[in-house]
């Protein structure tokens, strides 16, 4: 861990106030928690963007009954495999079922990974989040 460093910034009174407010919301103890946070998620956008090893979750809803879709999903985590870590199925109702995805790999493995399955026809929403192994960030 780099030692710590204080640094100031110059922002619109109006803007900073708003901030307090969000970050008050959030429960936030200081503006420096909040903008380290703010930091931390741009490092995780750049390791997505320079192809570096993320980890993420791909949360997917989707209608059982539609012809071939439990297989194709569970043929693609299979494509997949080594980069799908761990799976949850839950049976929302007696047609719809959520899964959640965990993945790790490469920021556009896991891209295509995850675009490959929410493409999928009778997939009703997804979302991916990718965040940081934890590796690289303090
Ligand atoms: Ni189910």
């Known amino acids: 861990m780099g030692s710590l460093v204080r640094t100031g910034i110059s922002l619109d009174s109006e803007l900073l106030a708003r901030f307090d407010q969000t970050i008050a919301k959030k429960g936030y103890g200081s ?3 909040a903008i380290r946070d703010l930091v931390r998620g741009l490092a995780i956008a750049s390791d997505v963007t320079q192809n570096k090893v993320v980890v993420a979750t791909l949360t997917v809803v989707y209608d059982h009954h539609r012809p071939n879709l439990s297989e194709r999903l569970i ?3 299979h494509h997949y495999y080594g980069k799908v870590l761990a799976m949850t199925h839950v049976h929302l109702d007696a047609r719809n079922c959520l899964e959640v995805i965990i ?3 490469r920021g556009t493995e896991v891209q295509e990974l995850a675009d490959h399955i929410l493409s999928l026809r009778g997939v009703k929403h997804g979302k991916l989040v990718i965040t940081t192994t934890g590796t690289r960030l303090k």
């Open 31 to 33: 503006r420096s928690e």
């Open 75 to 77: 043929e693609a985590q």
């Open 103 to 105: 993945v790790k790999g």
